[in-house]
Nanobody, 127 residues
Framework: QVNLEESGGGLVQAGASLRLICAAS????????TVWFRQAPGKEREFISA????????RYADSVKGRFTISIDNRKHTVYLQMDSLSPEDTAVYYC????????????????????WGQGTQVTVSL
């Protein structure tokens, strides 16, 4: 059984940085991409960033492009989300998920295409 666990969230001030970690147990990233989503109170879960199984391609939502960077370390079965220049609008619970589509390199990452989710990590950005 594949398990994902996020960590690295916290409370920071606007302009600060955080690095989120998505660690997989009983799993390798072979052929399946990893995707980060976030959900703010009262809002729907939204796509943030994705990376292919081999780390060669990545995707970002317009709202985080240029500020967030996704990366993968296959040796450690870990995916990272470096978040810089954080603003209060980035406050949300952040989730990582495994894409059910093998060898997918497209631009669409709906939540219903994810087959495994972590429990989430809270990110709070204050003024």
């Amino acid at each position: 059984q594949v398990n994902l666990e996020e960590s690295g969230g916290g409370l920071v001030q606007a302009g600060a940085s955080l690095r989120l970690i998505c660690a997989a147990s009983n799993h390798t990233w072979t052929n399946h991409g990893t995707v980060w989503f976030r959900q703010a109170p009262g809002k729907e879960r939204e796509f943030i960033s994705a990376i292919t199984w081999n780390g060669q391609q990545s995707r970002y939502a317009d709202s985080v492009k240029g500020r967030f960077t996704i990366s993968i370390d296959n040796r450690k079965h870990t995916v990272y989300l470096q978040m810089d220049s954080l603003s209060p609008e980035d406050t949300a619970v952040y989730y990582c998920a495994r894409d059910r589509r093998p060898i997918y390199t497209g631009n669409s990452y709906p939540a219903d295409m994810m087959e495994v989710w972590g429990q989430g990590t809270q990110v709070t950005v204050s003024l």
